[in-house]
């Protein structure tokens, strides 16, 4: 069953995503826009929707463990994969300033975590950093574009994961209706399954979904950034990365607690935050160093992530 949930799950945040992405552009919202906001939403749906019925289900240790997992799989998995694949040369890639602003969150993550369990009032503080995130992420990108020719070409459609110009609005429709109703599906099967396995296997909630179910969502991360090294676009594949953990941290705990409290466990306290911030600093040679992921890197980062799944699991 956790299987067919996780199915369903991705398949409903791919259509979604595209569904998302040609309506907007339909609607004449500019395609460098669409990439910072619905397509980093859409692909991070899967996680916010687990997190969500989580805590609607009762077992919001999942929802804490999906994200501080995911965005620790970011990092060594979705990294580590595609590098040890094919290498990926991020010497030419600028992600300093998202960089910062990533381990910015997580540091706010992990403080606010001590201050726990997650309310009300740590959503609104996670949500207001999400925002001036985005806010910021705007303006440079439309400063950039001003003055670099080559983000006009970025910014064609044809560059929007999931955009096709000659999309017929009943597809963009059909597309809408079928994320829509196979998101919140999809996570009611996962979120099931998970609670039966971790009762079979006597682990904690928090593990399932440090382990099982963060692996599962990070895998639309781990298709785009496969697909971005096979086609050389490592600024691609890293800013993806990094987008993606900004948002798990800031959107998706800051939305679902507001739904309701999310307990800190002491071991994710005392282990697994820790684990997610020293993963986040690993980048910090490959972005100010200008380091190449090749398949050495690659090889060292799956293997600890391999080492991490084991600990937490046993």
């Given at each position: 069953?956790?299987?067919?949930?996780?199915?369903i799950l991705l398949l409903a945040g791919d259509t979604l995503?595209?569904?998302?992405?040609?309506?907007?552009?339909?609607?004449?919202?500019?395609?460098?826009?669409?990439?910072?906001?619905?397509?980093?939403?859409?692909?991070?749906?899967?996680?916010?929707?687990?997190?969500?019925?989580?805590?609607?289900?009762?077992?919001?240790?999942?929802?804490?463990?999906?994200?501080?997992?995911?965005?620790?799989?970011?990092?060594?998995?979705?990294?580590?994969?595609?590098?040890?694949?094919?290498?990926?040369?991020?010497?030419?890639?600028?992600?300093?300033?998202?960089?910062?602003?990533?381990?910015?969150?997580?540091?706010?993550?992990?403080?606010?975590?001590?201050?726990?369990?997650?309310?009300?009032?740590?959503?609104?503080?996670?949500?207001?950093?999400?925002?001036?995130?985005?806010?910021?992420?705007?303006?440079?990108?439309?400063?950039?574009?001003?003055?670099?020719?080559?983000?006009?070409?970025?910014?064609?459609?044809?560059?929007?994961?999931?955009?096709?110009?000659?999309?017929?609005?009943?597809?963009?429709?059909?597309?809408?209706?079928?994320?829509?109703?196979?998101?919140?599906?999809?996570?009611?099967?996962?979120?099931?399954?998970?609670?039966?396995?971790?009762?079979?296997?006597?682990?904690?909630?928090?593990?399932?979904?440090?382990?099982?179910?963060?692996?599962?969502?990070?895998?639309?991360?781990?298709?785009?950034?496969?697909?971005?090294?096979?086609?050389?676009?490592?600024?691609?594949?890293?800013?993806?990365?990094?987008?993606?953990?900004?948002?798990?941290?800031?959107?998706?705990?800051?939305?679902?607690?507001?739904?309701?409290?999310?307990?800190?466990?002491?071991?994710?306290?005392?282990?697994?935050?820790?684990?997610?911030?020293?993963?986040?600093?690993?980048?910090?040679?490959?972005?100010?160093?200008?380091?190449?992921?090749?398949?050495?890197?690659?090889?060292?980062?799956?293997?600890?992530?391999?080492?991490?799944?084991?600990?937490?699991?046993?």
């Amino acid at each position: 069953m956790a299987g067919l949930g996780l199915v369903i799950l991705l398949l409903a945040g791919d259509t979604l995503v595209r569904g998302a992405v040609n309506l907007s552009l339909r609607l004449g919202i500019p395609a460098l826009i669409v990439s910072l906001t619905i397509v980093a939403f859409g692909t991070s749906a899967p996680e916010l929707l687990i997190s969500v019925e989580a805590i609607i289900r009762g077992v919001p240790g999942l929802a804490l463990g999906n994200v501080v997992g995911s965005n620790t799989a970011n990092i060594l998995m979705v990294l580590g994969i595609p590098a040890l694949l094919v290498g990926l040369d991020t010497s030419e890639c600028d992600s300093r300033r998202n960089f910062v602003i990533m381990i910015s969150a997580t540091l706010a993550f992990i403080g606010l975590a001590f201050f726990g369990p997650f309310t009300w009032w740590h959503g609104l503080i996670l949500l207001a950093g999400l925002i001036a995130m985005l806010g910021e992420a705007g303006w440079a990108a439309r400063n950039h574009k001003r003055e670099a020719a080559a983000i006009e070409v970025a910014d064609s459609p044809e560059d929007v994961e999931g955009a096709d110009p000659d999309m017929p609005w009943w597809q963009i429709i059909l597309f809408l209706v079928l994320g829509l109703i196979g998101l919140p599906l999809g996570a009611n099967i996962l979120v099931d399954a998970s609670v039966v396995i971790a009762a079979a296997y006597g682990v904690s909630e928090s593990a399932i979904g440090l382990t099982l179910v963060a692996v599962g969502t990070s895998l639309p991360e781990l298709a785009t950034t496969v697909m971005a090294a096979l086609r050389r676009h490592a600024a691609v594949a890293l800013g993806n990365v990094i987008g993606s953990n900004i948002f798990n941290l800031l959107g998706i705990i800051g939305v679902a607690s507001l739904i309701g409290p999310i307990p800190v466990e002491a071991e994710v306290l005392r282990f697994d935050l820790w684990i997610m911030l020293a993963t986040s600093l690993l980048l910090v040679p490959f972005v100010y160093r200008k380091w190449i992921f090749g398949r050495a890197v690659g090889l060292v980062f799956s293997a600890l992530y391999i080492i991490y799944v084991v600990v937490v699991l046993s």
